[in-house]
């Protein structure tokens, strides 16, 4: 007989190991672009999946064979409540990584946050900031948002780190500064046409064989005594089996980041122009209130999940394009 052929995983599954849990239900983000102008902005907002429509557009995208065509695709619902700046915070860098250096938090905090977590300015922290902003490399805005804004819940806000690029470090601080207590919409970050990348965390799918979580073939039916298994393990010798080997194991409620998705539609509810909500409201959501958006395709993470809004780090246009939209169907 001869050797038994090795039942590899699809390529490029490998991407993502090792594939357990998430830590949190909230999303990290580690890397941001930098912004080439001169005014300085927050590169992240938030919002909270309701569900899924049908977008009727014209193809914008030159050189493609639908250009100019009539297209249909799938479009994802978000709620987007504004999000409340808590304060500043500034990073030094040495060869080490990055250092905090300070905190300034807002003076007047609403009470829905000093519940979960206490913000206190130190004494003269906003003086000791603005003498040591010389050896400062990034400036962060804390933000924070309510899910009881979106119609949810949950009282416990989320609470995460944006950055501020654009201008110099000084221009970055005061712009915080002056927004420090305020809350920011989405169309204050963002605009229609413009593409952003979304993270969060998966749809948990549990225990999952490795058929299902890989991609593997099937053996025959007479080959062994199992079928939905891997043919082999690795060699005899070395005994030890390799972290390429397909095994099972947990599948979803991973941590990702998918790039490059266009906002199709920023609006609000109030407006009777778009009507977004379906009769009855979104399946596991409800009706959506107050400020939306529409990414174009799919997000990852289930219905009522945070998701986290980064500015395009890769392939940023020299221009945004609006886009035409004919129809939505809800």
Request: hydrophobic fraction near 35%.
């Amino acid at each position: 007989m001869g050797a038994r052929k090795r039942h590899q995983p699809r390529r490029g599954s490998l991407a993502y190991l090792p594939r357990g849990r998430a830590k949190s239900m909230e999303a990290r983000i580690r890397a941001w672009p930098k912004i080439d102008s001169e005014e300085p902005r927050i590169l992240a907002h938030c919002g909270f999946k309701a569900g899924c429509i049908q977008i009727v557009s014209i193809d914008d995208r030159e050189k493609t064979p639908n250009a100019g065509k009539q297209l249909v695709t799938l479009g994802t619902v978000l709620v987007t409540p504004p999000i409340l700046i808590l304060g500043v915070r500034g990073y030094s860098k040495d060869h080490d990584g990055m250092h905090a250096e300070f905190d300034v938090y807002a003076e007047d905090i609403p009470k829905y946050i000093t519940k979960e977590i206490t913000l206190k300015n130190k004494e003269g922290a906003l003086e000791n900031a603005e003498k040591i902003l010389r050896r400062i490399k990034e400036v962060f805005a804390i933000v924070a948002v309510s899910p009881r804004a979106a119609g949810l819940e949950q009282k416990k806000p989320y609470i995460f780190e944006a950055l501020v690029s654009g201008g110099d470090v000084q221009k970055q601080f005061a712009h915080v500064k002056e927004l420090l207590g305020k809350e920011i919409k989405i169309d204050q970050i963002f605009e229609t046409g413009s593409s952003v990348d979304v993270a969060a965390i998966t749809k948990g799918k549990g225990w999952q064989g490795v058929i299902q979580r890989w991609g593997v073939k099937k053996k025959q039916h007479k080959s062994r005594k199992t079928v939905r298994e891997v043919g082999s393990l690795g060699p005899i010798s070395p005994q030890s089996v390799m972290y390429t080997v397909p095994r099972a194991g947990q599948m979803g409620f991973h941590q990702r980041i998918e790039y490059d998705k266009r906002i199709m539609i920023i609006g609000n509810t109030d407006d009777e122009q778009i009507k977004i909500n379906p009769d009855g409201g979104y399946k596991h959501f409800g009706l959506v209130k107050g400020d939306f958006i529409v990414l174009k395709g799919s997000v990852p993470g289930t219905y009522r999940r945070l998701i986290k809004l980064r500015s395009q780090i890769r392939n940023a246009p020299a221009k945004v394009n609006k886009p035409n939209i004919l129809e939505i169907v809800v």
